[in-house]
């Protein structure tokens, strides 16, 4: 079994910032992609940024220029730097990752449980 657990939500002002945190352990032959979505009251889950593990790096339009995602491959874990946070940032933000767990095994898409984002003054 695979687990992704997320941390570094709560509550800012508009303009402040956020780094969350999502490890992952359990089972883990490979990890290949990881990234966040959000999803904010009454409205779809979107994409907002993935990494593979060749570091390379998909944004939503939103929030390019302001996110950064990255990955630490030792610690199994992806991280996202959020900047000049506004309003409609407010969502869940939820951890996935495409793992294989065997050799032999392709890759499982997991995610967390999500974790909240407030930005409000």
């Known amino acids: 079994q695979v687990q992704l657990v997320e941390s570094g939500g709560g509550l800012v002002q508009p303009g402040g910032s956020l780094r969350l945190s999502c490890a992952a352990s359990?089972?883990?032959?490979?990890?290949?992609?990881m990234g966040w979505y959000r999803q904010a009251p009454g409205k779809q889950r979107e994409l907002v940024a993935s990494?593979?593990?060749?570091?390379?790096?998909n944004y939503a339009d939103s929030v390019k220029g302001r996110f950064a995602i990255s990955r630490d491959n030792a610690k199994n874990t992806v991280y996202l730097q959020m900047s000049s946070l506004k309003v409609e940032d407010t969502a869940v933000y939820f951890c996935?990752?495409?793992?294989?767990?065997?050799?032999?095994?392709?890759?499982?898409?997991?995610w967390g449980e999500g974790t909240l984002v407030t930005v409000s003054s």
């Open positions: 990494i593979t593990s060749d570091d390379s790096t």
């Open positions: 359990g089972t883990i032959w490979a990890i290949y992609s």
């Open positions: 996935h990752g495409d793992i294989s767990t065997a050799i032999w095994r392709a890759p499982t898409t997991y």
